[in-house]
């Protein structure tokens, strides 16, 4: 009797044990016991790096036990969670372009400087390189692809229309918005309104704004206002689109966008390098009739990544190391070869992988332009309140695009709105 | 129980006694306890600490900052919240009506006893309900799309204008509360036909001797005797319908669409929190919805049960 109480006990608490312990006792990590090797984990989304380029690390790298973790779903809501918990963290992550939301916890991270950066400091695009640094000049985030932008254009509904259809034409032409919208306007009347010149309102603020050498605030932390020349020259330049009747009002990522494009319902649109997969996978039926050339109103940046070290790892200088390695000059022109990622060494840009043609772009080798481009990406500071002031402008454009709002009271409201956003 | 009765006064062998009956009953306290630790873990604590964060200011990784009531005083003034606490209650009328409406329809049909393969039509109206909200926004989309939209090729082929269905606020709403019906509709028939069920058919049979029609036998008998489950499926529909997300966020994005139709309670407290970082405004988001279903909750409940006296 008293012995079946007791097996009946040690069951219970067998039970809740494993219970409360999550069952993490099969997972500890046999960091120690291994034979000397340095163990590194790197968590990176689908497509940002190449998984053949890391296959060759492990090779490269004998000491390191590399685990390279594939995130999927939403990957900064699953890092921000982890950083919070301070549990599970990664040794090395990879970040998309919404690193300056982590600048105020630059503590959190290695100082890539103390690592050693600085000796390759220069193999990089200045701009780019900067958007990794934060205020304080700690180095957080170390250049990954990039994303310089381009005028991406149909020859042929460009030549219909009585426009130029060569890209070194077109880029001469249209050198300006105000040439590009007076284009607009012919392919409009061209096609009695059935073509229109660009997707949406928000790709068009978007790329204006992207072409300047500030956003909203100044390094300081200070906000500019929304009386910056370059703020009100992009949000003046989306409505004149509007207004003209130049806008397909299809959104990015959706089917709409996908199916305008496939059916010739969208003649251009200004889009960064890796758009060009979007929109092959997207237009299979327009093969051979895109161009790309330098875009209106100048070079712009959208996008691009970077890799980080968290404070909590054991192995810096390997990591560095690796992500050195993983980001050389040789292997980010290796990446643009297998996953389209632009490189941001521009030591590379002369290679001739970067030259070649492609049949989707009629024949045209367009890394050239994107590499011009990427040269002359203006350097500009973001600060970490960057997306949320973004958001809400862009938001309230759609509201001018969609349901025809009149965008002096949208414009007087989006003001009132991004000064409440930054008094809390 | 007690090996010795008289040893021990009373009253304090009285307040001994709930300890010692829990010790007594130990080993089923043991049995039970996994419910409420993973309760506490995962429902209680949650709780108490968005309470907690409500009253700070926190962007998810950094310190945490006591921040009074400021996070609430930004609510009240806050004209995005309250035009998703408006949005919120539109679609809620867009679908409850209709789906309690056709609901009871379906449920009274299947319940006639001229309709043959029952199971068959009841499991084909629940299956809805088993189908992923993700896969079920993602028709939808495809269904009210503006430029190639199913709806929208059927009202060009019989020579209707077309519809902006995603770019208008009304058309947003629409769009969401047809969701919400399509997936609820069926439920909520599968309660009512079980409510339905438990009225004696002696009341329908002396209704009939005493000449009843059959509409009025629907007014003056299933319609009352159907009450508490009406009360039932209210409530159920109107927490559900407060706590709508995953429809609008699919179909129209976290931005809750053109001009924020389809931003609802909980789309914003995501996107405040998750999005924008504002974890403890988050909480305070969410317990404004706390305190509005709870008002609109007593008051739907003094509604439907106000009828009876």
Known sequence: MIRRK???????????????????????????????????????????????????????????????????????????????????????????????????????????????????????????????????????????????????????????????????????????????????????????????????????????LSQGTERYFRPDGSFIGMDSPLVRKS???????????????????????????????????VGAVWMKQVLQEAAPDTTGQWRVTRAPGGDGNNGGSFLSILKSSKHPQEAFELIRW???????????????????????????????????????????VFAASAQQVPDAFFGERYPSVHNIITRRLNDIAKQNSDPQQVWTDTVQRVERELQR | ???????????????KSLLSRIWQHRALYIAISPFYLLFAVFGLFPIGFSLYLAFHKWDGIGVMTYNGLNNFKYLLSDVEFWQAVGNTFMIWIYSTIPMLFFALIIAFLLHAPFVKFKTLFRVGYFLPNVTSIVAVAIIFGALFANNYGFLNYLLQSV????????????????????????????????????????????????????????????????IPMLRPVILFTVITSTIGGMQLFTEPQILVGNDGGAGAAGMTIVLYLYRESFINNYFGYGAAVGWGMFLIIALFSIVNWKLVQGKSS
């Open chain 2, 1 to 15: 129980m007690n090996p010795d009765p008289g040893a021990a006064r009373p009253d304090l062998n009285q307040e």
């Open chain 1, 6 to 208: 007791r097996t009946c006990w040690v069951a219970v608490i067998l039970v809740c044990v494993l219970l409360v312990s999550g069952c993490s006792i099969w997972s500890e990590p046999s960091d120690s016991a291994n034979n000397k090797k340095v163990a590194l984990t790197l968590w990176y989304w689908n497509r940002s790096i190449d998984d053949k380029l890391i296959a060759k690390a492990k090779e490269k790298f004998p000491n390191i036990e590399l685990t390279a973790q594939k995130i999927g779903g939403d990957f900064k809501a699953k890092l921000k969670t982890t950083l919070a918990a301070r549990s599970g963290e990664p040794d090395i992550v990879a970040l998309n372009d919404w690193i300056m939301e982590l600048f105020p916890s630059e503590d959190r991270f290695y100082n890539l400087y103390d690592l050693g950066a600085g000796e390759i400091e220069d193999q990089y695009l200045e701009w780019k390189w900067k958007q990794g640094v934060t205020p304080s000049g700690q180095m957080i985030g170390f250049p990954m692809d990039t994303g310089p932008t381009a005028l991406f254009y149909r020859a042929d509904l460009f030549k219909e229309a009585g426009l130029p259809s060569e890209p070194e034409e077109v880029a001469r032409q249209l050198d300006s918005w105000d040439a590009y919208a007076a284009a607009g306007e012919k392919i409009k009347d061209a096609f009695g309104g059935k073509v229109f010149l660009t997707d949406n309102i928000g790709s068009v603020y978007n790329q204006v």
């Open chain 1, 326 to 368: 993983l980001q050389s000059p040789e292997n980010q022109l290796e990446q643009y070869q297998t996953l389209n990622l632009f490189p941001s060494a521009p030591g590379v840009f002369d290679q001739p992988a970067m030259k070649e043609e492609e049949p989707f772009f009629g024949g045209q080798a367009t890394g050239p």
């Open chain 1, 235 to 269: 949000w003046d330049t989306a409505v004149a689109f509007k207004q003209k009747g130049l806008l397909a009002n299809a959104d990015g990522w959706t089917p709409t966008w996908n199916a305008a494009m496939n059916n010739g319902e969208i003649a251009s649109f």
């Open chain 2, 159 to 222: 020579g209707l204008p077309v519809v902006e269905w995603l770019n208008a606020p009304w058309g947003i709403k629409v769009a969401i509360s047809s969701m919400v019906v399509w997936r609820w509709t069926g439920y909520n028939a599968v309660i009512y036909l079980a409510g339905l069920q438990s009225i004696p058919n002696t009341l329908y049979e002396a209704a009939k001797i005493d000449g009843a029609s059959a509409i009025q036998s629907f007014f003056r008998i299933t």
